[in-house]
């Protein structure tokens, strides 16, 4: 583990990159580093149908909320990234997205993007490191839920939260990542600010 933990990120750009449409969950990565560098998470415009499905991949997107000041919802659909996993006669999604996008104060503007994996990827941590490199943090130690046990460790890394954060003039996001026992991704969550 690398001692930085800050990684600057290039000006808020005043237009969205045009990724490829992922096909793998390490292409789905590419595309949230790009997200995230590229200041996109943060911009309004980039909750449109369009770009979402285009960065995260999916079929369609599903708003719960739809302001001038606040966007959310789900992107659904990303059987083609991940499997569905079969339980008790019916699938369960492989992956799912949810997101939300507020301006605050007229002017300050916070995201989060939440993605959790369902059934093994077989991308886990190192895979991680590669597209993010390695200035991670882990995660400060929480208490355990009474309501959830951890999967067994059976892998390097299994059952870890490691924590990257980004930062440049008014901008902040910090991405949280959190693997299964196995050391294969569980869950992806990255929150975001820009003042001013």
């Given at each position: 583990?690398?001692?930085?933990?800050?990684?600057?990120?290039?000006?808020?750009?005043?237009?969205?990159?045009?990724?490829?449409?992922?096909?793998?969950?390490?292409d789905?990565?590419?595309?949230?580093?790009?997200?995230?560098?590229?200041?996109?998470?943060?911009?309004?415009?980039?909750?449109?149908?369009?770009?979402?499905?285009?960065?995260?991949?999916?079929?369609?997107?599903?708003?719960?909320?739809?302001?001038?000041?606040?966007?959310?919802?789900?992107?659904l659909?990303?059987?083609?990234?991940?499997?569905?996993?079969?339980?008790?006669?019916?699938?369960?999604p492989?992956?799912t997205?949810?997101?939300?996008?507020?301006?605050?104060?007229?002017?300050?503007?916070?995201?989060?993007?939440?993605?959790?994996?369902?059934?093994?990827t077989?991308?886990?941590?190192?895979?991680?490191?590669e597209v993010f490199?390695?200035?991670?943090?882990?995660?400060?130690?929480?208490?355990?839920?009474?309501?959830?046990?951890?999967?067994?460790?059976?892998?390097?890394?299994?059952?870890?939260?490691?924590?990257?954060?980004?930062?440049?003039?008014?901008v902040?996001?910090?991405?949280?990542?959190?693997?299964?026992?196995?050391?294969?991704?569980?869950?992806?969550?990255?929150?975001?600010?820009?003042?001013?």
């Amino acid at each position: 583990m690398s001692g930085a933990t800050i990684l600057a990120t290039p000006a808020f750009a005043d237009s969205l990159s045009t990724p490829s449409k992922p096909k793998t969950v390490v292409d789905l990565l590419h595309n949230i580093k790009l997200a995230i560098k590229s200041g996109a998470l943060l911009k309004r415009e980039f909750y449109d149908d369009a770009n979402l499905l285009q960065y995260f991949g999916g079929v369609n997107v599903q708003l719960s909320t739809h302001s001038l000041n606040v966007i959310g919802g789900s992107v659904l659909g990303f059987d083609e990234i991940v499997a569905p996993t079969p339980f008790h006669g019916s699938f369960l999604p492989g992956m799912t997205l949810q997101f939300s996008w507020s301006r605050r104060d007229g002017t300050s503007v916070e995201s989060e993007l939440i993605l959790r994996f369902g059934r093994s990827t077989k991308v886990g941590f190192d895979d991680v490191v590669e597209v993010f490199s390695s200035a991670w943090k882990k995660a400060p130690l929480e208490l355990p839920s009474a309501h959830y046990t951890p999967d067994p460790i059976t892998r390097p890394h299994g059952n870890e939260i490691i924590i990257y954060e980004f930062q440049t003039a008014g901008v902040v996001e910090e991405m949280r990542v959190e693997f299964k026992g196995d050391g294969t991704l569980y869950s992806i969550y990255i929150k975001g600010r820009k003042e001013g």
